[in-house]
């Protein structure tokens, strides 16, 4: 397929209309000769029996002053360079154009920043000139994939979607059901939060019969993905720097799946990297997983004020992990008095645990819930031999030692948190007997037993 010969346009500012163009051509605007001359060799090799390439010479500067765009175009291939404000052109660029339209940016900047601002208004990929042979090929290649991915999970929600609309017992039992976002923190380290929040996200998706994610929001030490044997990943920290760019796309995407109703992300980024979220990112990034996600809890790093109160407002609940010492009581009542502070509205949960046997512990329990002036939904058991065989399997507590001293213990902890929001429900706790309403679930187990051991 040859590509034809670009139009010339001087005048940037001259209103520019397009010929008429068939459902599936590309778009090309390029003025550099370099760069036009490698577009015309390996364009037409990567649109192999596609509709025919239309080339403006010129770039974002004059594609901007494009009277009307073809509702069936697939492509549009710019140089952003001529351009003084590329990312806010680009963005109502892309405003006009068709949603199953593929953008690839060029320019000359190498520029980190530049290439998530431009991912955000919906760009594709960003390639720096010079290009090198093959570069434009691979990337078209990709982002064409990644399109047509997106379209066929459009599709299919809006089928799902259609479905549900049409069955009422689909409906009762769906999209109707209240999400929970359930925030957990320790007062110290070594509470076993971590261990805590994972059984958590597991034992809420199995209560529900509902996917769950369990998000690690400790950067740089979190160890979520390293007690699941999951990866981690760079796309909490691509979403936090550019929460925009969270769609259902990069949402079903970038979650990690470890069992029929657990999934994970997380990150590991090196220490000296530094990049606070972007204010209110967190809000709409657990916002956006809700869509897929009826649960999602959220494990805080102890030491990050700002994350910690991001966090807060995006949760209904917060689970405070409380080890049975002086300091613990302290960093209880400041963590209380914070999280009242950053988000009201939460419902709060006290759980009491520890590294260490509370045999052994500096205070009881009593003096812990007398001196924060709240009561202890349950205090978790010293059980760090189900602990280690849980991460060495990999696997959530509950699941890798389902009989373990542990799980009994943070039964109370799953059921007070359900309660809010699961009374109405008819789909959730399906298949359990009459006489299981007649059981009182001990919100305490033996101080004898009680603690953590991770």
Not at 22 to 33: C, L, N, Q, R
Request: neutral net charge; glycine residues 8%.
């Amino acid at each position: 397929m040859a590509v034809p010969a670009a139009i010339e346009t001087d005048n940037i500012n001259t209103p520019l209309s397009l010929p008429p163009l068939p459902v599936g051509a590309f778009a090309v605007f390029v003025k550099d000769p370099a760069t036009r001359s490698r577009v015309e060799a390996e364009l037409p090799l990567a649109l192999t029996e596609r509709a025919p390439i239309h080339v403006v010479a010129g770039g974002l500067a004059a594609a901007m002053h494009v009277t009307g765009w073809p509702a069936g175009l697939s492509g549009l291939i710019l140089d952003i360079d001529d351009s003084s404000s590329p990312v806010a052109d680009m963005a109502a660029l892309i405003g006009s154009l068709s949603g199953d339209c593929v953008v690839i940016a060029i320019g000359q900047a190498n520029d980190v920043g530049l290439f998530r601002d431009l991912s955000g208004t919906g760009v594709a990929d960003y390639l720096i000139r010079p290009l090198t042979e093959g570069l434009l090929h691979k990337a078209l290649e990709k982002a064409l994939i990644a399109k047509s991915r997106e379209i066929e999970l459009r599709s299919a929600r809006a089928a799902l979607k259609a479905a549900a609309a049409s069955d009422p017992s689909a409906r009762r039992s769906g999209t109707e059901v209240e999400p929970l976002v359930v925030a957990c923190c320790g007062t110290r380290g070594g509470v076993g939060v971590t261990t805590l929040a994972i059984a958590l996200a597991s034992m809420l998706g199995q209560a529900r019969n509902r996917e769950a994610l369990i998000l690690d929001l400790d950067m740089h030490c979190g160890s979520v993905m390293l007690a699941l044997d999951l990866d981690a990943t760079e796309a909490l920290r691509e979403a936090l720097s550019v929460p925009a760019r969270v769609d259902n796309l990069f949402v079903d995407q970038s979650v990690q799946r470890k069992s029929d109703l657990l999934y994970a992300l997380g990150a590991e980024e090196a220490l000296q990297t530094i990049a606070p979220p972007e204010l209110g990112a967190i809000l709409r990034i657990v916002s956006a997983y809700k869509g897929r996600f009826r649960q999602i809890v959220l494990d805080l790093p102890r030491g990050d004020p700002l994350i910690q109160r991001q966090a807060l407002e995006a949760a209904t609940d917060f689970v405070l992990v409380c080890d049975l010492t002086l300091a613990g009581t302290r960093d209880a009542m400041r963590l209380l008095n914070f999280a009242a502070d950053a988000a009201p509205h939460l419902r709060i949960h006290l759980v009491a645990s520890g590294a260490t046997d509370p045999r052994r512990a500096s205070i009881k329990l009593a003096d812990l819930e007398r001196s924060v002036k709240h009561k202890a939904v349950c205090q978790i058991a010293f059980d760090d031999k189900s602990v280690a065989a849980a991460i060495n399997a990999g696997k959530p507590l509950n699941e890798a030692m389902p009989r373990s001293a542990m799980v009994k213990s943070l039964r109370p902890l799953v059921e007070v948190i359900r309660a809010t929001v699961d009374h109405g429900d008819p789909a959730v706790g399906r298949g359990r007997p009459f006489w299981s309403k007649l059981l009182r679930s001990k919100s305490r187990i033996p101080t004898s037993t009680a603690g953590v051991g991770a």
